[in-house]
């Protein structure tokens, strides 16, 4: 590539971060479309049900249902920055791991692991509605984008430095790639109780969830060198938000939202 080629390349990539604002106001680098993005969901949601086995227990099923049609059912009162899908398929899948996914083009994979740490309807409320809040708020074009963008950067530099390509990446993961994905998910734990609270289920949870999660212990990396925030920003950031949120879960109760899943 060539100097005026990568001029250009990046132009457009600023016009377009200058065009793109998340829901909470941050500039979005977005290089890929809402239907593209929502076409690899559609297909890495169909693969990943084909090497890992959906749970056989109907009751467990039931329950990560209800907590997600609780979830996706006020979606569209919200302020998104794509398109809201007509419907969510929602998939639990047999695995210890601790873990869930939102994925555009409205899919939504539980893994059973999870609930041995969200183990109340309003815990799992908390995580749906962030793993949700990472696509409607455009997280995962972002995501695409970023991720070209970076591996773009990566060949030029090396090419015009004479350094290692090895070496560059991983100054690009530490220091574009990694503190990116950080936004995303400081973002999505907002986003997240927002939309938990406007579902009639008590934001509080989120704080009591990162809680549970800081008891699982382990070898957790330093917060500079993990692509998620750690488990103490998010509890300081979430309860800040609380005063925020707790009203719209007091109306919400009182107009009658009151999940009730088992």
């Given amino acids: 590539m060539t ?147 970076g591996s773009l950067g990566t060949a030029v530099a090396s090419a015009y430095s004479g350094i290692d390509a090895k070496t560059l990446s991983g100054v690009t993961q530490t220091l574009f790639l990694l503190p990116y994905s950080r936004s995303h998910e400081s973002e999505a734990d907002l986003l997240g109780m927002d939309l938990m609270a406007k579902a009639g289920f008590d934001p509080s949870a989120s704080i009591a969830l990162w809680q549970n999660m800081s008891k699982l212990g382990g070898q957790k990396p330093a917060q500079i060198m993990s692509t998620h925030p750690s488990n103490e920003t998010r509890i300081h950031d979430l309860s800040k938000r609380l005063p925020q949120d707790e009203p719209v879960y007091q109306q919400a109760r009182a107009s009658g939202v009151r999940p009730n899943c088992r």
Avoid at 8 to 29: D, E, M, N
Avoid at 43 to 55: D, G, V
Avoid at 90 to 111: C, E, M, R, W
């Fill in 3 to 149: 100097r005026t080629q990568l001029a250009i390349s990046l132009a457009v990539a600023a016009s377009l971060v200058a065009c793109a604002t998340s829901p909470l106001g941050r500039h979005q680098l977005k290089l890929v479309s809402d239907s593209e993005v929502s076409k690899m969901g559609i297909q890495s949601f169909a693969e990943l049900k084909q090497k890992t086995p959906a749970t056989k227990d109907t009751a467990t099923s039931a329950y990560v249902q209800c907590v997600s049609n609780a979830i996706t059912r006020v979606i569209p009162s919200m302020n998104w920055q794509v398109p809201v899908p007509a419907s969510w398929e929602v998939v639990t899948f047999q695995s210890d791991d601790v873990n869930a996914f939102a994925l555009p083009g409205g899919k939504i994979g539980v893994y059973t692991g999870l609930l041995k740490v969200a183990t109340t309807q309003d815990q799992l409320a908390a995580v749906i509605g962030h793993e949700v809040s990472h696509v409607l708020a455009g997280h995962s074009a972002e995501r695409v984008s970023s991720n070209a963008v």
